[in-house]
């Protein structure tokens, strides 16, 4: 028996392959979008993930701003900042935020999957959310993905 053909492989910076997937989010629900794109970004869908290593791809999100909220959390889900200053308290609805900048509710929910350290905040610069169908990530040829296909 060949004891070599059952060395793990463990991916650094240099062996990883990444690539460029386009994910279109019209009419689909936030949270289930967050979490399969944070997976691709991550890399757990590759087999040769290591969690340790940016092994993932780089995501373009088109359509970002006809995303889907189940039931009332649009107009009752708030996300809440905090200045680290007496009374620097803010709350901002989900409606009111997707009026200001329609993409940030895809990237407060992918971000909030990732994790929450060095690796995660290099993680979130592999995401591309977009207002519409237009995108400025044509050079790189991004493969178009299905998200029923991923699991």
Request: net charge positive.
């Given at each position: 028996?060949?004891?070599?053909?059952?060395?793990?492989?463990?991916?650094?910076?240099?062996?990883v392959q990444k690539e460029w997937v386009l994910v279109d989010a019209e009419d689909e629900i936030l949270g289930?979008?967050?979490s399969k794109v944070a997976k691709m970004i991550r890399g757990k869908h590759k087999s040769n993930y290591t969690?340790?290593?940016?092994?993932?791809?780089?995501?373009?999100?088109?359509?970002?701003?006809?995303?889907?909220?189940?039931?009332?959390?649009?107009?009752?889900?708030?996300?809440?900042?905090?200045?680290?200053?007496?009374?620097?308290?803010?709350?901002?609805?989900?409606?009111?935020?997707?009026?200001?900048?329609?993409?940030?509710?895809?990237?407060?929910?992918?971000?909030?999957?990732?994790?929450?350290?060095?690796?995660?905040?290099?993680?979130?610069?592999?995401?591309?959310?977009?207002?519409?169908?237009?995108?400025?990530?044509?050079?790189?040829?991004?493969?178009?993905?299905?998200?029923?296909?991923?699991?």
């Amino acid at each position: 028996m060949d004891t070599l053909s059952y060395k793990t492989v463990s991916a650094n910076r240099a062996t990883v392959q990444k690539e460029w997937v386009l994910v279109d989010a019209e009419d689909e629900i936030l949270g289930r979008l967050a979490s399969k794109v944070a997976k691709m970004i991550r890399g757990k869908h590759k087999s040769n993930y290591t969690p340790h290593v940016d092994c993932g791809d780089n995501v373009i999100v088109i359509n970002a701003d006809k995303i889907r909220l189940s039931g009332n959390k649009m107009d009752e889900k708030t996300y809440i900042s905090y200045s680290e200053y007496p009374g620097g308290q803010k709350s901002i609805t989900a409606a009111e935020l997707m009026k200001k900048k329609p993409t940030a509710l895809v990237e407060k929910a992918v971000r909030g999957m990732l994790p929450k350290n060095r690796l995660g905040r290099a993680l979130f610069n592999n995401l591309h959310a977009v207002e519409g169908t237009e995108h400025k990530f044509e050079a790189q040829k991004p493969k178009v993905i299905k998200l029923d296909s991923i699991k």
